[in-house]
């Protein structure tokens, strides 16, 4: 019996119409452009604008542009699984409330919350239904609207979050390509550094929490970026040094877009160069489980069927991660 591997057969992005770039930040706060390209690498950011205007519209504007470009029926669909941690609402989940939109109405969906990694275990998790044979088709969303989080008085938080979706469809294939191996890992240690201190089950929203904006990201910038910097480049080596590979077998390195510096040093521990690693925070920032979707997106066209590709992430709770997948399709077609 041939081994089943479970392979990306589209990918699709979607970011909304509005710019946030940095000169509309100075009037915001105390900061400018040279300080935080300098710092994050980041030029401008999309925001959702609207009322009623949830991560679902991220998730369902992905899904369509996905199933269009692949020819895909929503009713083949068996499984959605959207990565985020800014949901429509507690419950019910976002998944399903993008099934709902785009008519997958013989697929069953959830939601999954690891941050900014969000999509590697979501990508993993999917791939294992098409492993096992028991689905065929699953859709991985990674999005979020991260302005909903956001407090736009906190320089150290508001330059370097946006808006953003993707997502993937996996399908199953006896050929030797797809996903290959992961190394996914957490550390709750890390949740005084990097966390929203209330509107859950433990601090339910007060007057008293909204009064003392606890309910915007809280992120102890320097522990993150040292932890971020050590994992994230860590998990890569290692499923590198498994996997038998060299720097010089590596197409391409998707990291996480959270800050230029922690992408520069992730390349720089591998061995690989920046013409090997995609990068567009200049232009999205940091949209949580939206950034590596939206990098496969940007660079699909560029992309050859056997290309040996490195996904990696780091994020709150802690959480982080690396995986390896051959890609199964050129991209210009």
């Not at 999509?119 to 909903?148: C, H, N, P, R, W």
């Not at 522990?223 to 010089?248: E, G, W, Y």
Request: with cysteine; proline share 3%.
């Amino acid at each position: 019996m041939k081994k089943i591997y479970s392979k990306i057969t589209g990918v699709h992005g979607y970011v909304p119409d509005y710019v946030l770039d940095n000169s509309e930040l100075e009037a915001l706060v105390e900061t400018s452009d040279e300080w935080i390209i300098t710092r994050t690498g980041i030029k401008e950011r999309r925001l959702l604008k609207g009322e009623d205007q949830g991560t679902s519209v991220l998730g369902i504007e992905a899904v369509k542009g996905l199933l269009e470009k692949t020819n895909t029926d929503p009713g083949e669909i068996d499984l959605i699984i959207c990565a985020t941690c800014t949901p429509d609402m507690l419950f019910p989940s976002t998944a399903n409330i993008v099934a709902d939109a785009v008519g997958a109405v013989n697929s069953f969906s959830y939601d999954l919350q690891a941050a900014c990694s969000g999509f590697l275990f979501g990508l993993i998790t999917g791939s294992q239904f098409i492993e096992s044979g028991t689905y065929k088709k699953v859709v991985v969303i990674g999005a979020d609207k991260m302005s909903s989080i956001v407090d736009y008085t906190d320089r150290t938080t508001c330059i370097i979050f946006g808006d953003g979706g993707g997502a993937v469809l996996l399908e199953a294939t006896d050929e030797p390509v797809g996903i290959v191996d992961s190394i996914l890992r957490t550390d709750g240690s890390g949740v005084p550094f990097l966390h929203m201190k209330a509107g859950g089950s433990r601090r339910p929203a007060t007057h008293q929490t909204i009064d003392a904006s606890e309910h915007f990201i809280y992120q102890e910038g320097a522990t993150v970026f040292k932890f971020a910097v050590k994992n994230m480049a860590d998990v890569s080596v290692k499923i590198m040094d498994r996997n038998n590979l060299t720097p010089d077998d590596i197409a391409w390195l998707v990291p996480h877009q959270a800050n230029m510096r922690i992408i520069d040093a992730t390349a720089k521990r591998m061995g690989i160069g920046l013409e090997k690693v995609m990068n567009n925070i200049s232009k999205y920032g940091n949209t949580t489980a939206g950034t590596i979707p939206l990098c496969l997106w940007d660079y699909e066209s560029q992309l050859k069927k056997g290309d040996n590709i490195i996904l990696a992430a780091f994020g709150g709770g802690f959480t982080w991660g690396a995986t390896y997948l051959k890609w199964a399709y050129n991209g210009h077609d």
